[in-house]
């Protein structure tokens, strides 16, 4: 089974104040047996990386561009990420999608420049509700997931995290069983195109997973950790799904 992680999208939020969080969730677990990431805002980065430097906290980007260099306003490349300490870097999340109207394509153009600045990149799928209520699911996740991620996708550089759009930030969440049919499917299609490999590749849940809920979804099978937003902002909360993903 691949060592599970418990990823902190903290998307527009945290100033440096809040890095004495990262300080507080290395104090209440220093020794965690899953993977611990946390992606801060851009500005953060550096100043985060040298917080974590020595202990078991990595620290990704929330975003990069495709190219590495360019005239291209205001964006970050992989390259600056791993520049800055970054170890990973989320692609494709749906707010990107649906705001900024990122394609598949981008998304793999994302995924092979985060590869060649040595980044992991966490590739986000995932419906909206009209495409559930449609019973889209499966086609949706599955066009995503064949378009979005490249053919020289390993163990180390990919991590899958299926995100219903429609339980992001609103409290909802799909049923134990939902999830289990998307993860089991999800990985059924890895590993049909990566052969063995897919069977390590990480896939994680990301939807409203929080405290409550933490242990009951980590417990699914094929869910190997979270993308956790809100919930992984102060280190009262995150520590508590950190602490579920460890089981």
């Given amino acids: 089974m691949p060592k599970k992680l418990a990823a902190g999208n903290w998307k527009m939020n945290g100033l440096r104040e809040a890095l004495g969080e990262v300080k507080a969730l290395y104090a209440a677990c220093p020794t965690p047996s899953c ?28 975003d990069c561009h495709e190219n ?11 390259p600056m990420l791993a520049d800055t300490g970054a170890t990973y870097v989320i692609v494709g999340h749906s707010e990107r999608r649906a705001t900024y109207g ?5 998304i793999h153009a994302k995924t092979a420049a985060a590869w060649a600045a040595n980044l992991t990149a966490i590739v986000c ?13 499966l086609h949706i996740v599955g066009g995503q997931l064949a378009k979005s991620v490249p053919d020289a996708a390993t163990p180390t550089n990919l991590v899958i995290a299926y995100e219903p759009v429609w339980a992001i930030g609103t409290g909802k969440t799909p049923t134990l069983a939902e999830i289990e ?11 049909e195109r990566f052969g063995p490999q897919g069977h390590e590749m990480r896939i994680l849940y990301g939807g409203s997973m929080n405290p409550k809920n933490a242990t009951d979804i980590a417990a699914v099978p094929n869910v190997d ?5 809100g919930a992984s902002l102060k280190a009262s909360d995150f520590i508590t799904i ?5 089981a």
């Fill in 242 to 246: 950190v602490q579920a993903l460890n």
């Fill in 35 to 62: 993977d611990v990431l946390i992606c801060p805002p851009a500005t953060l980065i550096r100043s985060m990386s040298k917080v974590c430097d020595g202990i078991q906290i990595d620290v990704g980007g929330q």
């Fill in 225 to 229: 950790g979270g993308l956790v937003g």
């Fill in 125 to 137: 799928i995932g419906e909206t509700l009209d495409e559930r209520e449609a019973d889209k699911t």
């Fill in 68 to 78: 590495t260099s360019g005239a291209h306003t205001g964006d970050i490349s992989a």
């Fill in 181 to 191: 049919a998307v993860h089991t499917f999800i990985r059924t299609r890895l590993v």
């Fill in 102 to 106: 990122e394609t598949d394509a981008q």
